[in-house]
Structures are given as structure tokens and as C-alpha cells.
């Protein structure tokens, strides 16, 4: 059908097609149906879950999973008791067992402050969410279209907070669940039926003024069907499906971990840049200036930081992948990584290119493991500049035990710095390891995010830029911390990297005479000119076009642009190159004859 809509207070209409549109869902009804009476009456509300998972297939995620072909779930629902209990257990076996398996949580709506202090209270976090291996998520706000403050960037303050059992970092990650903004229809929404039967035609009543992270958990298992439908497409390793060799790239299968890894790589630290609010001013209800805490985890999901697209310029100049979460299918590239740790193994190291120095740099790793509120199998993430910098997962403060203190044997150079300054260095972007640094030993995911801007001042020609100059090979390590079993992994590396070379316009869309920006990052090969890659040779390899309505009539071109090649590096840009909808089509006249409803495209080749 044509699906529903709902129409905000601007009178706009807002498609509910969620964020997965398309997606094949299996629902299983957890809700207590009472004898009589409203299932909405407080008096006759209850959930009984029932047996979540069984081995091998038993339990609703068993089920889901053999019968539905389910790899996403997701629970919106849980009680107020950080504790691991049976479901978190049930929830665990399931993603060690299912490989490609990730499972979301809600992670519950007792936040608090009872003291009054101004700090949210530890341990709100209710089970199920307090499970290892799935992915509890808080809520973040919603989007704002009227201006002013940056609302998406604001935790909930309901929203339920960590550690959970085991001293684990919780949430994870963040998702919308509370309108701060102007933006679509009032607050969160649901479309639900008005009955308690499967008769009938299907109905949307749709729910509007709700707030909770039982809104925030689908949207981020809606992100996660996004990350495997990008894969089973084809875009990765080259952001598009549209090339002639596409059916190569298409991915039937992905793990879990690999899934878990991506939106760990594109989260979004809930603090407000330059130009916005300040310099890394915290969103509302934050208190926490380093990344991976227990009130937000690594940040909200975002998946155009994490994803390339040939087609939209937000998005990263490249991906990197190792998928070694499934076993006996290792997918993906950086082949000094085996994507499995061996009890004894050594670490595993490779190296990878990083041809663009003005985009960030975001590497994560992720593993499953056994059942248990603790950590059994301990790997650790670490990546190396060029210029000999070492960064540890998860290393985004120098205050080891989070007390707020810089205690004997902790302190380490701020970002920028040289020597140790005696003070608490606390980032969403990783600090530089020293000796006094610490490995995470208690989470199954490890983090390295880094910027050419981490003090968002706006200024990247200073040092406080981690990747300004840098560009050339960079090294990722996975260090064996003390593994039990042999543990398979999978990570992500994504930002200005490079498998091949790249092109890409500064903008997804343009207007009336406007001016359009390219970019071509590169890595030298074998078969490239003797003498390198220059802005010349750049030149002769570059050809934009543009192409009639009919996705096929190509009706101006032009090359032979003029482009600059950024110090110490392989990224060249052209100068811009002016469109036009009031000149004829004349090919090679230096503009882009364009009209309404043409699209443009570049190929360098």
C-alpha cells in the first residue's frame, strides 16, 4: 500500500515508514492480555517474556531466528534491577551461539538524581539491558528545526544509567527517545493497532507525545538492518552499487560483532562543536566529558559517519573492514588480522592507508563471548600514526578509575601536549597512551576515535589535529589481553582511509548556479606514472558529466579541471566548477549546463 502518514504542526506529512523501511519484522506478544478490560489500565498491565532462548533453537530468539530468518531483535521492555539475570543470561548464549545475530535493549527510564547533585545516579540500568554481548541503548533527543541548541545532543533525562554488573560500560550507544526539538510530529511515535486479534485489516493508530528508550532501542536495531543492507547491496568496499562489477560485492551475511563494530564506529559524542554551543559544551543532562561513560556510552548512533556513500559528501571518504565474528567465514580486508584470537595467539597486526588527513579516524573492535556478568576473554585494540603516536581502546581519559581524581601513576599527555600536566585529561576523542596508561579489561568492545579537531575551536592548524599531516599507513593491532577459548572478532575502520582511490562532489544536492567542489583521494600503485601522482595526471583522470532525466541521455561534459594537491598527502581538489541553468548544453566550456531534475556525476578512473 501507500503506508501512513502523520502531519506535523506545520502541516507537513511525515512518512512512519521508521528507520529500516521495507524490513521483514516477526513480532512475538509479550504482553499479559487480561480477562477483562483495557490492556492500557495500569492495574492490568504485565509482560512475561518466557524462555528468550533455549539451546540450540528453542525460546523466542530461537525461534525467531530459525523460523523468520531474524538476525535483528529488539526488547523494549525490562525491569528496574541492575542485575544479570536469566534474560541477560538467555541473551548472551544466543548472540555466542548465533554469530550473525545482534540483539538491542532498552535500557530503561529510572534515571535519576535523588541526592541532588547535579550528577545522574549510577545503576539505573535495568536487566535485561545489563546483558554482555547486545547492545543496550539510551535515549538521546530529537532532531531541532527551529534553531538554536542542538537538542539531538542531549541525553534523556530518564534515561537509565550504568555501570552494569560486572563494572561494564552502560549504555553502549544512544538513539532518540525524547522530543527536545521542533523537528516532525509531536515526540516520539508509535503506529499500533486498537484490538487484540490478528483478524481483520491492519490499522495504525498512530501514538504520538511518548517519550522513552523504549523508542530509542528500535531505532538503533532499524540502524543495524541499515548496516547489513548496505553490505548485502554491494557498497562496500566503494559506496556505490552501481558499478559494473557490483554482484561481487554483495555481502549474504554479516556477524553480529561486525554489525555491533559499525554503529560503535559512527557514534556521535552528545556535545555541542564550535559554532554551536561552545567547545565540546555537553548536551543537557550530561556530566561526563569523556567518551565511553555510563550516561552515553560512546554517543548517539549515526550512521553517515561510518557508512561512505560515492553519492552523499557527509558521509566518510572510506570503510575498512575485517568480519571474522562468523566462523569458518572471515569476510573483508586488513589480512594481517585473522578475525580470531587463539589462546595463546600473538598479536595480529596490519597496516592500512589513510589518504585524506581532514576527515576523522574511528576504529572499533568487537567480540562475543560466553555467558557471564564479567568479562572471560579480554582483547585489545591499538592503532599507531605514522609518526609513532599509540593509541589504546577506550583510552579517552587519563583517570583510570573514574574518580574524578588524577591518583599516583594515572597522568598522561593531554592531546597536543608532549609531557604529562598534572590534571585530568578527559576527551571524546582518544588520548595519546604513555606509560602510565591502562588497557580496558572489562568490556567486549574497545574504541579509537580521532580528530583533526578533538578541542573544536574550529582551528585545525594547531596540535591539537590527530590526523593532520599523518597521512600515509597507519598500523591496528589486536593484542591478545588473555583469552580462554579462542575468540573471533570483527573491526572497523573508517574516515579518510583508503583502499583505492576515491572521488566525490562537496554536496548531495545543488541549486541554481551554484558552484561544485571535487575531491580525489588516491594511494600510490604499481602501474601509476614513475614520477607520482600530481595534480597533472589527477586532471587527465577525472570527468564529470551530466546526465538527463532519464538516467541515461548524458547531455554536457567536461575535464581537463584544474586541481591542488593538499601537503603530504594524496587528496587533490579542483577548483570550483560553476553550474548553470541559463546556458545552452556546451561540452568543455568550463561550466555545468544543468537544468532542474538533471543529476551530475564524476568518474575518475
Known amino acids: 500500500g501507500t503506508g501512513y502518514t502523520a502531519e506535523d504542526i506545520a502541516g507537513n506529512q511525515f512518512s512512519l515508514d521508521g528507520v529500516a523501511p521495507e524490513a521483514k519484522l516477526a513480532f512475538f506478544d509479550g504482553n499479559i492480555t487480561p480477562p477483562s478490560g483495557n490492556c492500557g489500565d495500569a492495574e492490568n498491565d504485565g509482560i512475561a517474556p518466557g524462555d528468550l532462548y533455549s539451546t540450540p533453537n528453542g525460546g523466542a530468539l530461537g525461534k525467531s531466528y530459525v523460523d523468520f530468518d531474524a538476525t535483528i531483535t529488539n526488547f523494549s521492555w525490562g525491569i528496574i534491577s541492575n542485575t544479570y539475570n536469566t534474560n541477560a543470561i538467555d541473551i548472551d548464549t544466543f548472540l555466542e551461539e548465533k554469530q550473525d545475530a545482534m540483539v538491542f535493549v532498552s535500557a530503561g527510564n529510572a534515571g535519576s ?18 546483558c554482555k554481548n547486545c547492545l543496550a541503548i539510551g535515549a538521546s533527543g530529537n532532531a531541532n528545526s527551529n534553531g538554536g541548541r542542538r537538542t ?20 553502549q550507544l544512544m538513539a532518540p527517545g525524547q522530543e527536545r526539538g521542533g523537528l516532525g510530529i509531536p515526540s516520539e511515535f508509535a503506529c499500533r493497532s486498537n484490538d487484540n486479534d490478528q483478524t481483520g485489516t491492519v490499522e495504525c493508530d498512530v501514538s504520538e507525545g511518548s517519550a522513552g528508550t523504549s523508542f530509542a532501542s528500535p531505532a538503533a536495531a532499524g540502524a543495524a538492518l541499515l548496516v547489513r543492507d548496505y553490505f548485502a547491496s554491494g557498497f562496500y568496499p566503494d559506496g556505490t552499487d552501481q558499478n559494473p562489477s557490483n554482484a561481487g560485492d554483495l555481502r549474504a551475511n554479516l556477524s553480529g560483532s561486525l554489525v555491533k563494530a559499525a554503529l560503535i564506529a559512527g557514534a556521535d559524542f552528545l556535545a555541542n562543536p564550535f559554532g554551536d554551543d561552545g567547545n565540546n559544551v555537553l548536551g543537557a543532562n550530561n556530566t561526563l566529558r569523556y567518551r565511553f561513560n555510563n550516561e552515553q556510552g560512546y554517543g548517539r548512533i549515526q550512521l ?43 598479536t595480529q597486526s596490519e597496516t592500512f592507508e589513510l589518504c585524506d588527513d581532514t576527515q576523522e579516524l574511528r576504529v572499533a573492535l568487537v567480540w562475543m563471548e560466553a555467558q557471564g556478568s564479567t568479562l572471560q576473554n579480554d582483547l585489545d585494540l591499538e592503532v599507531e600514526a605514522p609518526n609513532g603516536t599509540i593509541y589504546y581502546g577506550n583510552y579517552f581519559t587519563d583517570d583510570d578509575n573514574r574518580n574524578g581524581a588524577l591518583d599516583v601513576g594515572e597522568d598522561c599527555p593531554a592531546i597536543g601536549e608532549v609531557l604529562a600536566d598534572g ?35 574550529g582551528e ?10 599523518q597521512a600515509g599507513q597507519w598500523t591496528v593491532r589486536v593484542l591478545n589481553g588473555g583469552v580462554t577459548v579462542a575468540t573471533n572478532y570483527a573491526v572497523v575502520i573508517t574516515g579518510g582511509v583508503c583502499l583505492g582511490s576515491s572521488v566525490r562532489f562537496d554536496a548531495g544536492n ?10 580525489v583521494n588516491d594511494i600510490d600503485v604499481a602501474d601509476d606514472p614513475q614520477a607520482g601522482l600530481t595534480a597533472g595526471e589527477i586532471s587527465t583522470r577525472v570527468t564529470v558529466e551530466v546526465v538527463d532525466t532519464d538516467g541515461l541521455t548524458v547531455v554536457d561534459t567536461e575535464t581537463g579541471l584544474t586541481f591542488t594537491q593538499a601537503p603530504s598527502s594524496l587528496r587533490f581538489e579542483a577548483d570550483a566548477l560553476q553550474l548553470s541553468d541559463g546556458t545552452a548544453f556546451d ?7 544543468v537544468r532542474h531534475g538533471q543529476s551530475i556525476r564524476v568518474t575518475y578512473q
Open 113 to 130: 538524581d535523588e541526592d541532588q547533585d547535579g550528577l545522574p545516579d549510577l545503576g539505573t540500568l535495568g536487566a535485561p539491558a545489563t
Open 152 to 171: 539531538e545532543r542531549d541525553r534523556a533525562f530518564f534515561s537509565s544509567t550504568g555501570p552494569a554488573p560486572g563494572n561494564r560500560v552502560a549504555p
Open 304 to 346: 553517515d559517519n561510518v557508512l561512505p556513500l560515492q553519492n552523499w559528501s557527509l558521509s566518510p571518504v572510506g570503510m575498512i573492514v575485517k568480519d571474522g565474528g562468523i566462523t569458518g567465514d572471515v569476510f573483508g580486508d586488513l589480512s594481517g588480522l585473522a578475525g580470531s584470537m587463539a589462546v595463546a595467539g600473538p
Open 423 to 457: 590534571i585530568v585529561n578527559a576527551y571524546p576523542w582518544s588520548i595519546p597512551s604513555c606509560g602510565n596508561s591502562d588497557r580496558d579489561t572489562e568490556n567486549p568492545m574497545e574504541a579509537v576515535m580521532l580528530s583533526p579537531d578533538p578541542d573544536a575551536d
Open 460 to 469: 585545525t592548524a594547531d596540535a591539537f589535529n590527530q590526523v593532520g599531516g
Open 510 to 519: 545543488y541549486v541554481c548556479n551554484d558552484q561544485a567542489v571535487i575531491t
Open 587 to 593: 561540452p568543455g566550456n568550463g561550466v555545468l549546463d
